[in-house]
């Protein structure tokens, strides 16, 4: 005799997963996601279709894991906007204009990869996958540089929060001009208080500005902050009020680590400080490529 039957997937835990058959009377009563076929299966039909299914599982999965490989050691999705345009032609345009022309004199520029001053400074450069607030990958490599002697102060703050329990985790630092322009050009007016203008540039593009957090040495984990990374809110601001008490003492620390070297906060965003000597530095853009390893 034959029977209508769903095939049901449950996920009580994000891995722990567990397969039946079931008739079609259970599936209204099941709260777990369910693939529901409405097709009759004789009992060789139904082994096929499970054969089936679970091949096709495995491919999801194994694309699952590759972007959770993909984020690397992203703690938390970024917060997300929908660029103007899409995000490869605005990339296309970019590289096509040149930074604003500055009278100098400027200082050498002396670019250093944090990774190499000191590999317990972690990385999660989102900028460099999907995990950013424009959903596709903007830089080509997960690299992070600053101008030296700000990466020697940097270095000295990390090592001073290291005695306190905490390591610094980096998201971004030296930023080529062409993607300042592309930030701009994606970013709605209304969130434009968060992105810096490409007709002055920016001090990530001096090598002179850093976006960081904090991560445990205990858990290896990044801490909680009174808002997440790249959040285009009140949350973000230096000086917001909210949040817990924990997460208002872990903004303070990293603040006041970061200031005590020279770093002055921005007051839009908890994350990104800037070193004190930036106007000696011209506007860059070459990328990362180009920097050599």
């Not at 810096?196 to 991560?215: F, I, M, Q, T, W």
Request: glycine fraction near 6%; hydrophobic fraction near 40%; proline fraction near 7%.
């Amino acid at each position: 005799m034959l029977k209508n039957y769903y095939i049901i997937a449950n996920f009580p835990k994000i891995f722990g997963i567990s397969i039946t058959i079931a008739p079609a009377s259970a599936a209204s009563n099941s709260p777990s996601v369910a693939y529901v076929p409405s097709i009759e299966y004789d009992r060789c039909s139904r082994e096929r279709a499970m054969m089936n299914f679970l091949r096709n599982f495995h491919f999801r999965l194994c694309g699952f894991l590759l972007v959770l490989l993909q984020l690397g050691f992203a703690q938390e999705v970024s917060f997300h906007i929908t660029p103007l345009r899409p995000v490869e032609e605005l990339r296309a345009d970019a590289l096509k204009a040149q930074p604003p022309l500055e009278p100098g004199p400027f200082l050498k520029p002396d670019l250093v990869e944090l990774v190499k001053l000191d590999p317990t400074i972690k990385l999660d450069i989102r900028y460099a996958t999907t995990n950013s607030f424009l959903g596709t990958p903007v830089y080509t490599q997960a690299r992070a540089f600053l101008q030296r002697p700000a990466a020697e102060a940097l270095l000295r703050a990390h090592r001073e929060l290291k005695a306190q329990g905490y390591s610094l985790i980096i998201h971004d630092g030296y930023r080529p001009w062409y993607v300042t322009k592309i930030f701009w050009d994606a970013t709605p007016d209304d969130k434009k208080i968060f992105v810096a203008d490409p007709a002055l540039g920016s001090k990530h593009n001096r090598g002179c500005a850093v976006d960081l957090s904090l991560y445990d040495l205990k858990t290896g984990k990044e801490v909680k902050m009174p808002s997440g990374y790249d959040e285009m809110t009140d949350r973000a601001f230096a000086d917001y009020a909210g949040g817990t008490p924990d997460e208002s003492a872990r903004r303070a620390l990293l603040r006041q680590a970061m200031e005590k070297q020279g770093f002055q906060v921005n007051p839009q965003e908890w994350w990104h400080f800037d070193y004190k000597d930036w106007k000696q530095y011209p506007i860059l853009n070459a990328k990362f490529e180009d920097l050599g390893r």
